[in-house]
């Protein structure tokens, strides 16, 4: 019997990690006919979460644990293979230093989201104020375009994943600053989670940890197997795997295959919501982790 999944992701470049065990033919091994299904945004994927409609996918730990404090019905089940914050500062070719960006328009995901956030930090950090110097646009489903929304002078520059970076710098469209880290003062969060809906979690447990099982298998494969990793993103993408390698080579500090949780990361994010104002009370791990999916990290040797 076939099990049929919809597994959510915020943009086209997310939950690679899925399309990944698709591919391999590991959730069909289980039984799971997968799909990855796109809704932009971290708040309204969030609320996609929450319906049902989508019962289990990828997100942003910032728009995940804001949604759960305002009563989503959701729960981060583990880490997705981002689980550092791989968001790369890119603008357009000619723009010689970031001051040079006053008067420009930028772009984010959406308003809420993990980009959003970091842009805006980015640019208070280098002198402009949001809103005041710079204008911020969010760019929902273009935001799959973004390379071609630069060059076509709509905006300025944008947060974007190692694959838009280096195609961008390829194309000779946009400069790329480095990542988030390099270009300001900014914390180092839990970033991309594996969420699932509670009432999914509690009538389909067992599910749940078989997804989760698959998701973790495909991240010890890419991890055992960089250069199969490579050229399934080659093809996915229709690149060149040799910008295919460049991609991983510039998110690797940032990538985690084993699914586990930086529990302090996670942290942090839920203190950066408060700080911002986006959790109207107190919110604990315990709040937004379901402990029955958590892998805890090995522990010392005897």
Not at 80 to 100: C, K, N, P, Y
Request: proline letters at 4%.
């Amino acid at each position: 019997m076939t099990v049929s999944l919809d597994y959510g992701a915020p943009t086209s470049h997310s939950s690679l990690i899925a399309h990944f065990a698709i591919a391999k033919g590991l959730f069909a091994r289980q039984g799971i006919e997968a799909a990855v299904k796109v809704v932009h945004g971290g708040p309204e994927l969030a609320a996609a979460y929450h319906s049902g409609a989508i019962p289990m996918g990828e997100m942003g730990s910032p728009p995940a644990i804001t949604a759960i404090g305002a009563g989503r019905r959701i729960k981060i089940v583990g880490s997705s293979m981002r689980r550092g914050v791989a968001l790369f500062f890119v603008t357009r070719a000619d723009i010689q230093a970031i001051g040079g960006l006053r008067g420009e328009r930028l772009g984010a995901l959406s308003a809420g989201s993990c980009s959003d956030w970091y842009l805006r930090e980015v640019l208070r950090q280098n002198g402009l104020e949001p809103g005041r110097d710079v204008e911020i646009v969010g760019l929902g489903k273009d935001h799959d375009r973004v390379n071609e929304l630069i060059a076509e002078g709509v905006i300025a520059g944008a947060l974007v994943s190692g694959l838009n970076a280096k195609q961008g710098e390829r194309g000779g469209i946009s400069r790329c600053w480095g990542s988030a880290f390099d270009v300001a003062t900014v914390p180092d969060l839990q970033w991309s989670v594996h969420v699932a809906n509670m009432e999914f979690l509690d009538r389909d447990t067992e599910f749940a940890a078989t997804v989760l099982g698959v998701l973790r298998e495909a991240g010890q494969a890419a991890e055992r197997d960089p250069e199969e990793w490579i050229a399934f993103t080659a093809e996915k993408f229709a690149i060149d795997p040799d910008l295919s390698r460049e991609a991983f080579e510039i998110e690797r500090p940032f990538l985690h295959f084993e699914g586990r949780l930086d529990l302090e990361g996670l942290q942090r994010s839920i203190d950066l919501q408060k700080k911002l104002g986006a959790l109207k009370g107190d919110l604990a791990l315990d709040n937004v982790v379901d402990w029955r999916f958590h892998t805890p990290a090995p522990g010392p040797m005897a």
